[in-house]
């Protein structure tokens, strides 16, 4: 047991070690990006709104869902463009499926890319049809002048945001993820239950995605890792869960988030069932 321990805790140390790395990069970009995106958008079209939250959304973490948000908030974009921009965000997980399978992950990746786009598409075509009503409460988000300096950017993105809000969270998440998993495969014979259970695991992920936090998900992306499940299950519930991205759409409008949850699920199940009928 011990042993088994201290194994897991090697590897959350690696996969932490590499998750504050793309972090701090991500950050960067984000704070170069500023207010680029913004001009981007007032000047396109809707397709062009659907690419680029979507593309927006890809990017791992949770400053691509945020970002989004704000943006809908400000009546820059679509209903049917943030619905598929959640179904891109793979929240802080994505960060830990690039350290332990990448090449997957960015197949991952590129597949909830595409799917948001669609998905973005679809949704504001339905939201016409059936007339729905959305961003009613919603009221205009802040945006504060960003100060400069190295020090200023260390402590309070690095420092203050990254590793007080997000990394040890992760880490934590990782390392219990991992545990279950290898306890799981040592004792519980897990193996023939996911297996067996494929299809009940599918729709679990799903369910669980609903959740508005990044850390139930790893669960998953530990037993994707270990081979114990297909790339249906990963899928599905990297689809329907966002990570942080909806708790600041949830101070904006409690309705409009239940309604991109409902999108996101109904569209993650029938996405993710068509994959699994195809044997992945």
């Not at 704000?70 to 049917?80: A, C, E, K, R, V």
């Not at 959305?134 to 950017?153: I, K, L, M, P, R």
Request: proline share 2%; charged share 10%; with cysteine.
């Amino acid at each position: 047991m011990q042993t088994m321990v201290l194994n897991v805790l090697g590897e959350t140390v690696q996969v932490t070690l590499l998750v504050l790395a793309m972090m701090v990069v991500v950050d960067l970009l984000n704070v170069w990006t500023r207010g680029r995106i913004a001009q981007l958008l007032k000047e396109g079209r809707q397709w062009r709104q659907y690419i680029v939250t979507s593309l927006i959304g890809s990017v791992p973490g949770c400053v691509g869902g945020f970002t989004n948000v704000s943006l809908y908030t400000h009546g820059m974009i679509s209903f049917g463009a943030l619905v598929g921009s959640m179904a891109a965000a793979s929240g802080d997980e994505a960060f830990v499926m690039l350290s332990l399978f990448p090449k997957t992950a960015l197949i991952l990746f590129a597949a909830l890319f595409l799917s948001g786009v669609v998905v973005a598409w679809v949704t504001d075509l339905t939201v016409k049809a059936a007339k729905l009503r959305t961003c009613q409460d919603c009221h205009e988000s802040v945006v504060h002048a960003s100060e400069g300096g190295f020090v200023h950017y260390v402590r309070k993105h690095i420092w203050g945001h990254i590793i007080r809000r997000h990394l040890w969270k992760t880490s934590l998440w990782t390392f219990s993820a991992l545990l279950v998993v290898e306890f799981g495969m040592q004792h519980w014979h897990v193996e023939a239950f996911t297996s067996e259970y494929t299809l009940v695991l599918l729709f679990a992920g799903a369910v669980i995605g609903l959740i508005p936090e990044s850390g139930p998900h790893l669960l998953f992306v530990s037993m994707y890792a270990n081979g114990l499940i297909p790339f249906s299950v990963l899928f599905t519930s990297s689809f329907v869960q966002d990570g942080h991205s909806m708790l600041p759409m949830l101070s904006y409008s409690v309705k409009d988030s239940l309604l991109i949850k409902l999108f996101n699920i109904v569209f993650g199940l029938a996405i993710g069932l068509v994959i699994y009928a195809f044997g992945h």
